[in-house]
Nanobody, 128 residues
Framework: QLQLVESGGGLVQPGGSLRLSCAASGFTLDYYAIGWFRQAPGKEREGVSCISSSGGSTNYADFTKGRFTISRDNAKNTVYLQMNSLKPEDTAIYYC?????????????????????WGQGTQVTVSS
């Protein structure tokens, strides 16, 4: 059974940091680009960051402004999102998603509809 599981969310004060993890089971992430998305109450799901299958290419939404870093460890079948200098407006459910890209590298998408598998999400709340 193909599954993505996010972890690492929680309550943090403004200016704090969290590291989210996205662990895959039932398949290897070697041929998948991975995206992180978020959805705040009453808003549409939006792209945060993505990383190509080998990790050689990454993209970030403008609102991350150098605060977030995506990385992956294919040996551990896990992708990470390091979030620093968190703001209240970063409060949302964060999802990871996997897109089967086969042998294509240096590519990842920020669009929800391009992804094949989704995790259940992890809540991030930034509040004092």
């Amino acid at each position: 059974q193909l599954q993505l599981v996010e972890s690492g969310g929680g309550l943090v004060q403004p200016g704090g940091s969290l590291r989210l993890s996205c662990a895959a089971s039932g398949f290897t992430l070697d041929y998948y680009a991975i995206g992180w998305f978020r959805q705040a109450p009453g808003k549409e799901r939006e792209g945060v960051s993505c990383i190509s299958s080998s990790g050689g290419s990454t993209n970030y939404a403008d609102f991350t402004k150098g605060r977030f870093t995506i990385s992956r460890d294919n040996a551990k079948n896990t992708v990470y999102l390091q979030m620093n200098s968190l703001k209240p407006e970063d409060t949302a459910i964060y999802y990871c998603a996997a897109q089967d890209v086969g042998s294509t590298d240096y590519y990842c998408s920020g669009y929800v509809e391009t992804y094949d598998y989704w995790g259940q999400g992890t809540q991030v709340t930034v509040s004092s």
